[in-house]
Every structure is written in C-alpha cells, then in structure tokens.
C-alpha cells in the first residue's frame, strides 16, 4: 500500500484557511483591545446568562433540531410566519446550507468583492466558483455590474449590506433593480448580519417585504453582533418555505446547540435592553466618523459597528500602529484596515493612532 496523504479534494488547493480577528497583545500598562472581529464589546445580559446556565442543565440532550422555539419567536418579531425561518451555526453556516442546496460542481456565485472574507471560502467548498465584482471606489456593490455579472451558470448572487469592511448600505431602490434583473429560478441572498446598527434614514431595503414578494431572496440575520452572542453561534435565514425546506435539510444534524437557542430567545426577549447598547454603538461609530473626516480621512458611510480605512499599500503600517498600543484591527493586505467600533475608551485611542498617522 503506498504510505502517504490521503487524496482529498483537489478543490482545496483553493481555499485559503479562513483567518479570524487575532486577540489583541497587551501593550504596557494599557488595557489591550479587539477591535477586528466587529464584535458587540458588552458581555451578555444577566437575564442571558441565567437562561443559558439553566439550559447548561439539559446538555446531555441534543438540541432541538429544528430550534421551535427560536424560530418561532423569531416569526414573531420579524413579521413572518414560522416556517419562513431557518435557524443555523451563525449566519455564516446558513449561508453554507444556502450554498449546498443551491450550488455546486460548475456553477458560478456571484458577490461583491471587497466583502466578508467568508463569501469565496464557503462558494468554493461548495464546488461553485465565486465570481466578484469590484465595489465602487465608496466602498458601495455596484449593482448594475453585480446584475451584468449573472449568466446561465449563476445560481446565486450574494448582496452584503451594510457591506463588511466598507459600511455602506446596499438601497431598496438598489435591491428592487437587482431583483428585477436576476432570473427568477437564480437565489438571491441578501445578509443583513449588521442591520441593527444602519440608520432609519439610510434607505436601507425592509427586507422582510422584499422576501415575502421574492420567493428566490433569502434574508440572513444573526444574533453575533447586536445581541452580542457571536460566541454562541447562531444565526438564521428568512425564505420562501420551499427553499426553508431545502434550508432544514442542508443543515449539519443539531448544529445550533441548547445553550445558543435559549440565548437567542432571551435576548430577543430582552430586545429594548441590547437595542439601548446597540445605539450607544451606532453614537460611538458617527463620533469615531466624524471625528476621522476632521482629521482628513476619506472613509465610507458605515451604517454598521465598524469603519474603514483605505490606506492601500500602508495596510500593515497602520494595523502596528494600532498593535503597539494595544489595538487589534482587521488589516486586508494592500487594500485597508476595518476597525471595530467598540466602548469610548477603546475608540478613543485609536482615534489617537488616526490623528497621528500620516493622511492620505
Ligand atoms: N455576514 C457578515 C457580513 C459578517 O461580517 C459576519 C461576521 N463577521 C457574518 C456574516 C457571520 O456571522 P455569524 O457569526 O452569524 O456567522
């Protein structure tokens, strides 16, 4: 028997090993800081906790596979009926259901690109290949290219909004052009992972409407950022019930633990609470914006928990800056750094490392 490597698929040679947000290293004297993950920077609610240390009590049980308790509550506060929903392992692993019941072996995934470093890894372990479109030089999805980049082997487009790094939103006025060019039979998935944090006045889609009138729009949602519960893992998609069935189907066997189900239905339960630190967020991010547009910097409108700077070839410069004093920010070689929004102290100090920084 010959000895070495097992043969496994050659579609890996071209996946790159998703990087996470490194933890932050601590600096002399002054508390470190994560601010490359776009995490909420509050621990869980009291009233969270307690729910998940009672459901700790069950773990010897699966979960519930099809999380009735979860979707259900989630039908009810976003205005849909139950079997609309589709509760995941994050946001990110409905994207990977959509993906195994959408797309394989020859077909194309078309997204934005920059976008959330997930999209091209998940389309090509699919089979699929993705195909990106370059975003406006504001950091927008140039949807008229998004729209001329489906062909007969497309069978999913991929809209982020707000974007992940840039921020900006993609509009309703945006979303109905691209509905109304993609074929019917081709999904459209659009994630909303930072919703919570845009602006009522950013013309932002009501994407539960868009998905009611659009049997191919699939909507993810998550509960790791606004509700603050990315450690628990849980997300969910709103579609049409029959690509919900196929969703169920596609879904790795209890992937949505006890603990994460009883979280998420006590912080929707807990709403007014988590929707208050969410808005000292959102005042946080157009302080730390407007406060980096004084000092010159040309960064996109970011309607979510983190803002971008287009620094290019100076990537790495300006993530050590932030290093050496404590600060963890996302850098993407030659393109620019994202940095989360976090509490004031933390924003402050790298409004600091900003102002110091040679402008563009
Ligand atoms: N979508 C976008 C745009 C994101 O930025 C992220 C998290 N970085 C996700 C999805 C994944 O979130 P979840 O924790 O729900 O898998």
């Given at each position: 028997?010959?000895?070495?490597?097992?043969?496994?698929?050659?579609?890996?040679?071209?996946?790159?090993?998703?990087?996470?947000?490194?933890?932050?290293?601590?600096?002399?004297?002054?508390?470190?800081?994560?601010?490359?993950?776009?995490?909420?920077?509050?621990?869980?609610?009291?009233?969270?906790?307690?729910?998940?240390?009672?459901?700790?009590?069950?773990?010897?049980?699966?979960?519930?596979?099809?999380?009735?308790?979860?979707?259900?509550?989630?039908?009810?506060?976003?205005?849909?009926?139950?079997?609309?929903?589709?509760?995941?392992?994050?946001?990110?692993?409905?994207?990977?259901?959509?993906?195994?019941?959408?797309?394989?072996?020859?077909?194309?995934v078309v997204h934005a690109w920059r976008s959330f470093?997930?999209y091209p890894?998940?389309v090509?372990?699919?089979?699929?290949?993705p195909v990106p479109v370059?975003?406006?030089?504001?950091?927008?999805h140039?949807?008229?290219?998004l729209?001329?980049a489906?062909?007969?082997?497309?069978?999913l487009v991929v809209v982020c909004?707000?974007?992940?790094?840039?921020?900006?939103?993609?509009?309703?006025?945006?979303?109905?052009?691209?509905?109304?060019?993609?074929?019917?039979?081709?999904?459209?998935v659009?994630d909303?992972?930072?919703?919570?944090?845009?602006?009522?006045?950013?013309?932002?889609?009501?994407?539960?409407?868009?998905?009611?009138?659009?049997?191919?729009?699939?909507?993810?949602?998550?509960?790791?950022?606004?509700?603050?519960?990315?450690?628990?893992?849980?997300?969910?998609?709103?579609?049409?019930?029959?690509?919900?069935?196929?969703?169920?189907?596609?879904?790795?066997?209890?992937?949505?633990?006890?603990?994460?189900?009883?979280?998420?239905?006590?912080?929707?339960?807990?709403?007014?609470?988590?929707?208050?630190?969410?808005?000292?967020?959102?005042?946080?991010?157009?302080?730390?914006?407007?406060?980096?547009?004084?000092?010159?910097?040309?960064?996109?409108?970011?309607?979510?928990?983190?803002?971008?700077?287009?620094?290019?070839?100076?990537?790495?410069?300006?993530?050590?800056?932030?290093?050496?004093?404590?600060?963890?920010?996302?850098?993407?070689?030659?393109?620019?750094?994202?940095?989360?929004?976090?509490?004031?102290?933390?924003?402050?100090?790298?409004?600091?490392?900003?102002?110091?920084?040679?402008?563009?």
């Open positions: 028997a010959a000895s070495g490597v097992p043969r496994l698929r050659a579609v890996l040679d071209d996946v790159p090993s998703y990087v996470p947000g490194r933890p932050p290293q601590a600096a002399d004297g002054v508390t470190p800081y994560k601010l490359a993950s776009n995490e909420n920077p509050y621990p869980p609610l009291p009233s969270v906790l307690d729910v998940v240390a009672r459901a700790a009590a069950d773990a010897n049980r699966y979960p519930d596979m099809l999380a009735t308790g979860l979707t259900a509550a989630i039908g009810a506060h976003d205005g849909v009926p139950q079997e609309h929903v589709v509760a995941g392992p994050g946001s990110v692993g409905v994207l990977s259901q959509v993906l195994t019941a959408a797309a394989g072996d020859g077909d194309e470093e997930a890894i998940v090509r372990l699919s089979g699929a290949t370059p975003l406006t030089a504001d950091g927008r140039d949807m008229p290219a729209a001329a489906v062909t007969e082997r497309t069978r909004s707000p974007n992940n790094p840039t921020g900006p939103v993609v509009t309703a006025a945006e979303m109905d052009e691209l509905l109304a060019a993609v074929p019917s039979d081709v999904l459209v659009l909303e992972a930072y919703r919570e944090f845009v602006r009522p006045g950013a013309g932002a889609p009501d994407a539960v409407a868009l998905h009611l009138a659009h049997p191919n729009l699939v909507v993810l949602r998550t509960f790791s950022k606004a509700y603050g519960l990315a450690g628990l893992r849980v997300g969910y998609g709103l579609a049409h019930p029959a690509v919900a069935d196929a969703l169920r189907k596609t879904a790795i066997p209890f992937g949505v633990s006890t603990l994460a189900q009883a979280a998420a239905v006590a912080s929707l339960e807990a709403e007014d609470e988590l929707l208050e630190r969410v808005a000292a967020i959102v005042a946080e991010r157009e302080r730390v914006a407007a406060a980096l547009a004084e000092q010159g910097w040309p960064v996109p409108r970011s309607e979510a928990n983190f803002v971008w700077m287009p620094v290019g070839q100076r990537t790495a410069e300006l993530a050590a800056a932030c290093a050496e004093v404590g600060l963890s920010v996302r850098a993407f070689a030659e393109d620019g750094v994202r940095v989360t929004v976090a509490e004031p102290a933390a924003n402050d100090r790298f409004l600091e490392v900003a102002a110091a920084f040679r402008r563009p």
